[in-house]
T-cell receptor, first 117, second 113 residues
């Protein structure tokens, strides 16, 4: 079945530094990837939609200069949290899909727990 | 706009009890409906889905039927196990925004031996 690998699973960084999170589709080509953020005991909030070879589409209220998304290939999307601050601490989850909803649906990575100290 | 409402948790059950988690939605057209499960510290796993009215999704003993007349997609399992303890999310993807999942708030289920 479709597998999405997300790395790292946990990261602790100092305030003001940048952190990169990778999302890879291992056995299929993902034309579209999605990045979500989840606060403790809350639901997932879509941050942005990433299409291979084009600029990401950000949801309202998400700072595109702070959360840089790159989808350079059909198997890799990255989310970079720039100049991280403690309020950016959260659980970030990516999802990958192909334009064939009957087959793969939406496969999620295992998530990245970001802690900014 | 589109929205998903699911019952608040936590839901605490004894092993082998019957589980129901209510989910209702608001959307235009004919959205696809999903149930995802999240185990502690992990990402989301697709549990089941239904893409049109009256479809029944099923997996691992869980079932949900797409009811357009009541705009509902309630999750049920006849006999839960301790290993079913997790957070369950109901979600939809609209027909006009394929791929963008709209999630409910999640329902935590705790199954005790």
């Amino acid at each position: 079945g479709a597998v999405v690998s997300q790395h790292p699973s946990r990261v602790i960084c100092k305030s003001g530094t940048s952190v990169k999170i990778e999302c890879r589709s291992l056995d299929f080509q993902a034309t579209t990837m999605f990045w979500y953020r989840q606060f403790p005991k809350q639901s997932l909030m879509l941050m942005a939609t990433s299409n291979e070879g084009s600029k990401a589409t950000y949801e309202q209220g998400v700072e595109k200069d702070k959360f840089l998304i790159n989808h350079a290939s059909l198997t890799l999307s990255t989310l970079t949290v720039t100049s991280a601050h403690p309020e950016d601490s959260s659980f970030y989850i990516c999802s990958a899909t192909v334009q064939d909803r009957a087959n793969y649906g939406y496969t999620f990575g295992s998530g990245t727990r970001l802690t900014v100290v | 706009g589109n929205s998903v409402t699911q019952m608040e948790g936590p839901v605490t059950l004894s092993e082998e009890a019957f589980l129901t988690i209510n989910c209702t939605y608001t959307a235009t057209g004919y959205p696809s409906l999903f149930w995802y499960v999240q185990y502690p510290g992990e990402g989301l796993q697709l549990l089941l889905k239904a893409t049109k009215a009256d479809d029944k999704g099923s997996n691992k003993g869980f079932e949900a039927t797409y009811r357009k007349e009541t705009t509902s997609f309630h999750l049920e399992k006849g006999s839960v196990q301790v290993s079913d303890s997790a957070v369950y999310f109901c979600a939809l993807t609209p027909t006009d925004s394929w791929g963008k999942l709209q999630f409910g708030a999640g329902t935590q289920v705790v199954v005790t031996p």
